[in-house]
């Protein structure tokens, strides 16, 4: 998302955009343990989604048969809100946590988690701490603080103001940025049937017009039989493809999910071991 400046905060109209896209995307879970959670997305497998609410209603508002067909071999798009709802997300945990912490405090809610957990130095937390702005401040008790002035600000707290009864982080424990998993397809599972279904049928069909041509089943010959050649290789290719990209598709999405899954485990655990640590 883009950085977070005064003339932003100033503009009415993109505070009430950011904290409604929030509001759609980033709701806050229930986890296991104490702290809150607010579910975030994921793109490429590593970072965050960057689809918009609006590109997610119309991918998922297509009931048509070419929508069922692109969602069965490219998917939805990925998980989650934009960049931008989880900035507004993770700044709204600031300003509540009156813009003075632990630089360890925001490890739980960073994209990609230290491997080191709290025990990794203050400065893994740079890029949240650039984002809004923030000064590293002295150390208390052996803790070094982070400073976010420009969050403690009117303009701050009025861009950053959640909409009516929208659940926020929590001021009293400790929270922590949770990842969707990738999803193989939103659509219905007879949509998926159908898609996969034609899928088999245009292969099975391809196949036969090649036996066909190649036995004299059809007896076709002259000028036009390199043409039909060319062209069943051309059909083959096609067909096998459109089977083989889902498959590698899930594939894909099942090694992400499982670094989505330990990525967030992680977070959780940070997010636990800093409540006890204020027991």
């Not at 950011?18 to 995307?25: E, F, H, I, Q, S």
């Amino acid at each position: 998302g883009s950085r977070f400046g005064r003339t932003a905060w100033a503009q009415d109209t993109w505070a009430q955009d950011t904290w409604r896209t929030a509001a759609m995307n980033g709701g806050v879970g229930a986890p296991p343990v104490a702290p809150p959670v607010a579910t975030l997305g994921a793109a490429s497998g590593e970072g965050w989604g960057e689809v918009d609410a609006e590109s997610q209603e119309t991918l998922l508002g297509d009931t048509s048969v070419l929508g069922a067909i692109h969602s069965f071999l490219f998917g939805d798009g990925a998980p989650g809100p934009t960049a931008l709802a989880r900035n507004m997300i993770i700044g709204r945990y600031i300003v509540r946590r009156k813009c003075r912490l632990a630089a360890r405090e925001l490890f739980p809610l960073l994209e990609v988690p230290p491997e080191a957990g709290l025990s990794a130095p203050p400065l893994k937390a740079a890029r949240i701490i650039a984002h809004f702005r923030g000064s590293l401040g002295g150390s208390v008790s052996g803790e070094v603080t982070v400073h976010f002035p420009e969050l403690a600000t009117q303009e701050a707290a009025l861009a950053l103001k959640p909409a009516p009864g929208e659940p926020c982080l929590g001021t009293e424990n400790f929270s922590f940025l949770s990842e969707e998993e990738w999803r193989f397809s939103r659509k219905s599972r007879q949509e998926l049937q159908a898609a996969f279904g034609l899928g088999v049928l245009n292969l099975f069909g391809v196949l036969w017009m090649r036996g066909a041509l190649a036995s004299g089943l059809l007896p076709l010959r002259g000028p036009i039989t390199p043409w039909l050649n060319a062209g069943s290789s051309f059909l083959l290719a096609y067909a096998v493809a459109f089977l083989a990209l889902p498959a590698a598709r899930l594939g894909a999405i099942t090694a992400l999910n499982s670094r989505i899954r330990a990525r967030n485990a992680q977070r959780r655990a940070m997010a636990g071991e800093l409540v006890e640590r204020v027991k």
